[in-house]
Nanobody, 126 residues
């Protein structure tokens, strides 16, 4: 079993940047495809982006494409989400998720993932 802990959320003005991290413990990350999701108050959890086992492939929701970047450092058991040009509509709790797999794919659905972090709040003021 893997435990995920997000950090780095906070308050930022529109147009600003923020980075959040997800550190895994319990297992090494090199057998987990990773994803980032977010959930705003009163809304369902939605896909933000995903990265495959090696980090060679990423995939993003249209709403964040070109502004957000996912990367991973398997040696540090850490996945990163770099967010640029933030908008008020990006305000949400951001979650990282891990999917145990031997296939180097990316995954976009909530129910594809096996483990979740507790989330970190990102607030973008206008």
């Amino acid at each position: 079993q893997v435990q995920l802990v997000e950090s780095g959320g906070g308050l930022v003005q529109a147009g600003g940047s923020l980075s959040v991290s997800c550190v895994a413990s319990g297992r090494t990350l090199n057998r987990y495809a990773m994803g980032w999701f977010r959930q705003a108050p009163g809304k369902e959890r939605e896909f933000v982006g995903a990265i495959n086992l090696s980090g060679s492939t990423t995939y993003y929701a249209d709403s964040v494409k070109g502004r957000f970047t996912i990367s991973r450092d398997n040696a540090r058991n850490t996945v990163y989400l770099k967010m640029n040009s933030l908008k008020p509509e990006d305000t949400a709790v951001y979650y990282c998720a891990a999917k145990s797999t031997y296939v180097s794919d990316v995954h976009t659905k909530v129910n594809s993932y096996d483990y979740w972090g507790q989330g970190t709040q990102v607030t973008v003021s206008s």
